[in-house]
């Protein structure tokens, strides 16, 4: 087994999918001749009923990524880089291989929100559609596979006590509570129309947004373990604003997370 590197300390990812059509006519929906995207549709009104018009989501064994971003975090807890994998042709095999290979790779914590419940089984999933191995991850008893270890922190799981309460509000919520843009113009459920209109890029800067504002949430985090002092979550944000900054040329997308930025300034 590859000796494993020691940074960064931390790996902050989220994922965005689509629902499979084709896999939903085969397999949900097989024998009544319907095309991928009616197959999608259908799964879609369904989802919508059965929540009583709270949600459309599709069970995740339906979808496949269309795009993973990533935070490496130092030690100290300071940003280093955010990269959206197989950018920028975002083919999806190559992406989730990109993801595993890298997990391989790193002795890294994974911090995620809701990466537990989601994000990660949907990885698994890809890894087995596309049959791409990690057995680092798979071998592990004690790892990023468990829910009460040191190998990955969910932070929904983890401020809902490992739901003994609602996360109510979500990523959004905490986001805005310290200041920072949430959700904008794009929303996760805008992700099928966004992918039909042919607009990847657009899915994959999205993605990043939601792994700065779970970054921002994670240093929060570990205020609250007593990890990082205030003072000093004050000062990586400061220095993540500035790095945000200077990749705006490289990412034109980031101006407008800058332009909805907010310092923390606590109104209670």
């Excluded at 791409?132 to 798979?138: L, T």
């Excluded at 468990?146 to 609602?166: F, Q, T, V």
Aim: aromatic share 12%; charged share 30%.
């Amino acid at each position: 087994m590859a000796s494993k590197k020691k940074a960064p300390a931390y790996l902050i990812f989220d994922v965005e999918t689509v629902p499979d059509g084709v896999l939903l006519a085969r397999t949900k929906y097989a024998g009544k001749d319907l095309s991928p995207e009616q197959a999608v549709e259908l799964a879609r009104k369904e989802a919508l009923e059965k929540s009583q018009g709270k949600s459309d989501f599709i069970a995740l064994t339906y979808c496949y990524p269309v795009a993973i971003s990533i935070a490496r975090v130092h030690g100290d807890y300071s940003l280093e880089a955010i990269t959206c994998l197989d950018d920028p042709e975002f083919r999806p095999p190559e992406m989730v291989a990109d993801f595993w290979k890298g997990l391989s790779r790193y002795d890294s914590t994974l911090v995620s929100f809701n990466g537990r419940g989601f994000d990660l089984p949907v990885l698994e999933m890809a890894a087995f559609r596309w049959g791409i191995s990690a057995p680092e991850h798979f071998a592990e008893k004690f790892g990023r596979r468990y829910r009460y270890g040191e190998k990955h922190l969910d932070l929904a799981d983890w401020m809902s006590n490992h739901g003994a309460a609602p996360m109510t509000g979500g990523l959004d919520l905490l986001s805005k509570l310290l200041g920072k843009p949430g959700k904008m113009e794009t929303k996760g459920s805008d992700v099928w129309a966004l992918h039909q209109a042919g607009k990847i890029r657009e899915i994959n800067d999205y993605c990043m947004f939601d792994v700065l504002d779970t970054y921002f949430v994670f240093l929060r985090s570990r205020v609250l373990m007593g990890e990082l002092s205030l003072k000093d979550e004050q000062v990586r944000m400061k220095q993540a604003r500035e790095w945000i900054a200077s990749q705006r040329q490289k990412h034109p997308h980031l101006a407008k997370y800058l332009k909805n930025w907010g310092d923390w300034k606590p109104w209670l």
